[in-house]
Nanobody, 123 residues
Framework: QVQLVESGGGLVQAGGSLRVSCVAS????????MGWFRQAPGKDREFVSSISWNSINTYYADSVKGRFTISRDNAKNTVSLQMNSLKPEDTGVYYCAADTRWGVLKDGRAQYWGQGTQVTVSS
């Protein structure tokens, strides 16, 4: 079992920056690939970014490429998402996800999920 707890959400103006983080507890964090998803009001949850267990592979949705950076610290059981040049359309609840299978992570079929943290970008 893996427990995921997100933090760092908040309210920011368009063009600003925010960093959200996720701390994992339970089984060996370094065994898991990690991902970030978001869900805007009235919309389906969508993939944002993912990072492999060893940080060698990262993947971004086209909508955030060049603005967001995912990173992880296996010694601290933490994965973070640095979000720059934020836009109002980045608003939503950001969820952290974990799975040992790289292929399913981007598809939103991760085994473990956090409760989410709210990010609101005002125009």
């Amino acid at each position: 079992q893996v427990q995921l707890v997100e933090s760092g959400g908040g309210l920011v103006q368009a063009g600003g920056s925010l960093r959200v983080s996720c701390v994992a507890s339970g089984r060996t964090f370094s065994s898991y690939h990690m991902g970030w998803f978001r869900q805007a009001p009235g919309k389906d949850r969508e993939f944002v970014s993912s990072i492999s267990w060893n940080s060698i592979n990262t993947y971004y949705a086209d909508s955030v490429k060049g603005r967001f950076t995912i990173s992880r610290d296996n010694a601290k059981n933490t994965v973070s998402l640095q979000m720059n040049s934020l836009k109002p359309e980045d608003t939503g609840v950001y969820y952290c996800a974990a799975d040992t299978r790289w292929g399913v992570l981007k598809d939103g079929r991760a085994q473990y999920w956090g409760q989410g943290t709210q990010v609101t970008v005002s125009s």
